[in-house]
Antibody, heavy 118, light 108 residues
């Protein structure tokens, strides 16, 4: 069965960096576009970034452009999100999600919490 | 890109029907029929409930239905059950991805 498992979250001081990972299994990872979506405490879902199936195209929300970098290692079936210069407003649960063939997010990970605090 | 507009909350009694609207623009909701809806229970990941505006994934109850007219998509839940109490989000995939602000459904 399809599984997406995020890791790498935790408490980090403002200005520091963190790298999130999303390990995929149960499907052919290199056939799918993958996304990161975040949710601040008590708030709604916010799209963060996307990467094409082969990693050649990357897209970012304006709020994280130049600060976050999405990447993937298809040989390891793993998606990454490198987050630099973290700020308090980056505090959120970060979900990885698979983009289905119909423009929908058909599978989601359980999320990993990133807390930016001194 | 601005979030799609959803009502902050809706409520209904068991057995009743409710509808959640999701209003965007001609650049997102109105552009393609790639609107999806997600259910999220507290502390859980979102779950896909509707895709392509009106289609249900396998395993989703037929009490859930979707539609779209112009720049507004809608999610209708009929025969409300206690387990339907959750947050619901619409999403448009039209080159970029934009979510609605979310609607809290309370089953009275």
């Amino acid at each position: 069965q399809v599984q997406l498992v995020e890791s790498g979250g935790g408490v980090v001081q403002p200005g520091r960096s963190l790298r999130l990972s999303c390990a995929a299994s149960g499907f052919t990872f290199n056939n799918y576009e993958m996304h990161w979506v975040r949710q601040a405490p008590g708030k709604g879902l916010l799209w963060v970034a996307a990467i094409s199936y082969d990693g050649s195209n990357k897209y970012y929300a304006d709020s994280v452009k130049g600060q976050f970098t999405i990447s993937r290692d298809n040989s390891k079936s793993t998606l990454y999100l490198q987050m630099n210069s973290l700020r308090g407003e980056d505090t959120a649960v970060y979900y990885c999600a698979r983009l289905g063939a119909r423009g929908d997010f058909d599978y989601w990970g359980q999320g990993t919490l990133v807390t930016v605090s001194s | 890109q601005s979030a799609l507009t959803q009502p902050a909350s809706v409520s209904g009694s068991p057995g009743q029907s409710i509808t959640i609207s999701c209003t965007g623009t001609s650049s997102d909701v109105g552009r393609y029929n790639l609107v999806s809806w997600y259910q999220q229970h507290p502390g859980k990941a979102p779950k896909l409930m509707i895709y392509e505006g009106s289609k249900r994934p396998s395993g989703v109850s037929n009490r859930f239905s979707g539609s779209k007219s112009g720049n507004t998509a809608s999610l209708t839940i009929s025969g409300l059950q206690a387990e339907d109490e959750a947050d619901y989000y619409c999403c448009s995939y039209a080159g970029t991805v934009v979510f609605g602000g979310g609607t809290k459904l309370t089953v009275l």
